[in-house]
Nanobody, 117 residues
Framework: HVQLVESGGGSVQAGGSLRLSCTAS????????MGWFRQVSGKERELVAN???????YYTDSVKGRFTISQDNAKATLDLQMHSLKPDDTAIYYC????????????WSQGTQVTVS
């Protein structure tokens, strides 16, 4: 049974930082794609960043230079370090895993709220 469990969400003032972590159980993802998505109520879920086979990364334009995605295969964790947070970053954040980075939809976490004021 595969589970992706998030931690680290919360509230922060604009300009602040947060670190999200996603721990995977029952799943070995070192050669797959892991990603962070976010969703605002009433809008579609959007890709924030992903990492393929542990080192090929992609960031959506709005977070480039502010967010860093990383994974630790030994600990089975996926992290998203977020700096210089803006109110527009407010959303529910999800981590996801799939074989490839296109149309990721295989496994999802429960989501964690990030609020920037």
């Amino acid at each position: 049974h595969v589970q992706l469990v998030e931690s680290g969400g919360g509230s922060v003032q604009a300009g602040g930082s947060l670190r999200l972590s996603c721990t995977a159980s029952g799943y070995t993802y070192s050669r797959d794609c892991m990603g962070w998505f976010r969703q605002v109520s009433g809008k579609e879920r959007e890709l924030v960043a992903n990492i393929y086979t542990g080192h090929v990364t992609y960031y959506t334009d709005s977070v480039k230079g502010r967010f860093t995605i990383s994974q630790d295969n030994a600990k089975a964790t996926l992290d998203l370090q977020m700096h210089s947070l803006k109110p527009d970053d407010t959303a529910i954040y999800y981590c996801a895993a799939d074989f490839f980075c296109i149309n990721m939809d295989r496994y999802w976490s429960q989501g964690t709220q990030v609020t920037v004021s």
